[in-house]
């Protein structure tokens, strides 16, 4: 056991299951039920652009969303309407960087050959990367059939820092796409995506009512450069804690660290139009844990010395809307 696994013993990580694993060296520094088969939610989208860009498709092309591509299972929300054609290289972005349902769909739908033979692609790319307790049978993860562990995800997400494309997409904190004549502001699912303090080299969400709140994310922070996967955590509030805490406890980083402010939905008509903003508000999450206090508001995250009795939950005070992504 390394001493940052010995002092991470004493936080209580909310995530069933938890991986960190230093990039450079590939130790383990911290592992959580790392060998636990479970869904894995829209983690599953990492997997799904690796296969896409392998086919070297025209990523100019134009793709049509349609009908096929909506979610019947979960019935997820989507703000990529049926009809709207959009060149694949921003359905990509619209797949990753905010974990659009319609947009993997429709990926899959245009790969070569179809549907069945991506995901003939997926499980080639399964066997190559070693991920011998994996299992995608479907492009969005918004099947509970699609499952794997921490340690399978390590090695999906080390192939996906290979991808410059990934990379890039996955650390944008917004893009704006031009969706039937107007610019929409999308944003990315991970909040620490360009938060100050946070020098992230990729990430990925997920969330269903299976696989609870997931998380991958590289990261480098006190002079490593380290990778962390969280799998079913009960609520945004414990994966974002456990992102914390692993930074604070498990990389031994002491710096003060801060999500994205509060983010504006903006949609801009093409023309000299109306710009419509509709202010979220962000949550305020008080961990009654004993150590750390985190207060997440449009300042972003302070963290300070609690002297309270150590308790067993974290009280959330504002929740938010959940959506399968």
């Not at 694949?88 to 659009?100: F, G, H, I, Y």
């Not at 450069?225 to 498990?250: E, F, Q």
């Amino acid at each position: 056991m390394t001493i940052s696994s010995a002092a991470a013993l004493a936080v209580p990580f909310g995530s069933q299951s938890v991986l960190v694993v230093e990039d450079d060296t590939g130790k383990v520094l911290f592992e959580k039920n790392a060998s636990t088969v479970a869904p894995i939610a829209s983690l599953t989208k990492l997997m799904t652009a690796m296969v896409v860009l392998d086919a070297h498709q025209d990523m100019n092309e134009p793709i049509e969303i349609e009908k096929s591509d909506v979610d019947v299972l979960k019935h997820s929300s989507s703000r990529v309407p049926v009809g709207a054609t959009i060149p694949r290289r921003d359905v990509l972005q619209l797949a990753l960087m905010s974990s659009d349902n319609r947009a993997a769909a429709a990926l899959a739908r245009t790969y070569p050959g179809g549907t069945e033979a991506f995901r003939a692609a997926v499980k080639r790319k399964i066997m190559a990367l070693g991920m011998t307790q994996t299992v995608i049978e479907e492009p969005t993860g918004l099947s509970p059939h699609n499952q794997s562990t921490a340690a399978d995800l390590v090695k999906m997400a080390t192939a996906a820092s290979n991808y410059g494309e990934i990379t890039r997409i996955t650390t944008s904190s917004d893009h704006l796409i031009n969706i039937k004549g107007r610019e929409v502001e999308y944003h990315n699912t991970n909040r620490l995506v360009g938060a100050k303090g946070w020098d992230i080299g990729l990430s990925k969400t997920g969330y269903t009512q299976e696989a609870g709140r997931c998380l991958i994310m590289r990261v480098k922070a006190a002079g490593k450069n380290a990778t962390m996967v969280l799998l079913n955590a009960g609520a945004s509030s414990v994966r974002l804690l456990d992102a914390l805490n692993i930074r604070r406890h498990v990389l031994n980083d002491e710096i003060s660290v801060a999500t994205a402010p509060a983010r504006a939905t903006r949609v801009r008509t093409a023309a000299a139009g109306p710009r419509i903003k509709a202010a979220l508000r962000a949550p305020r999450i008080k961990s009654a844990l004993a150590g750390p206090r985190i207060k997440v508001s449009a300042g972003g995250v302070r963290a300070k010395a609690s002297s309270g009795r150590a308790r067993s939950k974290h009280v959330v005070v504002v929740t938010r809307h959940r959506r399968h992504r």
